[in-house]
């Protein structure tokens, strides 16, 4: 079975703050993606992956960086957090393009 | 631009009834389409999945889904729906062969079904 980790299910950060949200998959995935969800927005992709050291943005990236060091790995990160960024992220990974995506449980992030 | 609709907010069934949660979608080219569960506090689980082929496809947990290209919809159903199919539903779609990497979701459609 894939594998989809998150570092944290919980976090809480005063405005401000440099907030890092860890990911990590076990199935050798090239695509890893980040998303935020919001209620009555649904899931909306913030930036994806598709190779080491390579990353796209996506369609709500303002405020948001990413890094991916190793293939395994894709970290995002919130260079001063605000409290607009309170939102449960999601982490996903998948084999190919267009292809079914794994989650990770997901990082439900308070910003005070 | 690709799109996907789920024009019900919540779908509400008696246990033991069919259901169905409505999916349409607007894509150029031949569609990849999924269907993703999500339980309270939990990331989403892939349900099942349509890529070609047999316009009916079976997934997960007993769940069916449709592929209507006419109608460009791929709606999921259950002949009969248990109180632990309450969950938030959402349908994705992505273009065969684009260039892009990405799904792209619907709002959700959360289902309540009543003992």
């Known amino acids: 079975d894939v594998k989809v980790t998150q570092s944290s299910r919980y976090l809480v950060k005063r405005t401000g703050e440099k907030v890092f949200l860890e990911c990590v998959q076990d199935m050798d995935h090239e695509n890893m993606f980040w998303y935020r969800q919001d209620p009555g927005l649904g899931l909306r992709l913030i930036y994806f992956s598709y190779d080491v050291k390579m990353k796209e943005k996506g369609d709500i990236p303002e405020g948001y960086s990413v890094s991916r060091e190793k293939k395994e790995r894709f970290s995002l990160i919130l260079e001063s957090a605000s409290t607009n960024q309170t939102s449960m992220y999601l982490c996903?990974?998948?084999?190919?393009?267009?292809?079914?995506?794994?989650f990770g449980p997901g990082t439900r992030l308070l910003v005070l | 631009a690709q799109s996907v609709a789920q024009p019900e907010d919540q779908v509400n069934v008696a246990e033991g009834n069919p259901l169905t949660v409505k999916c349409t979608y607007s894509?150029?080219?031949?569609?990849?389409l999924f269907w993703y569960v999500q339980y309270p506090n939990r990331g989403l689980q892939f349900l099942l999945k349509?890529?070609?082929?047999?316009?009916l496809v079976k997934g997960s947990y007993g769940f069916e889904a449709e592929f209507n290209k006419s109608q460009t919809s791929f709606h999921l159903k259950k002949p009969s729906a248990l109180v632990s199919d309450s969950a938030l539903y959402f349908c994705a779609v992505s273009a065969v062969g684009g260039a892009t990497n990405k799904l792209i979701f619907g709002t959700g459609t959360l289902l309540a079904v009543q003992p």
């Open positions: 894509v150029s080219g031949n569609p990849y």
């Open positions: 349509y890529i070609t082929g047999d316009n």
């Open positions: 996903a990974s998948s084999f190919a393009s267009g292809r079914s995506q794994y």
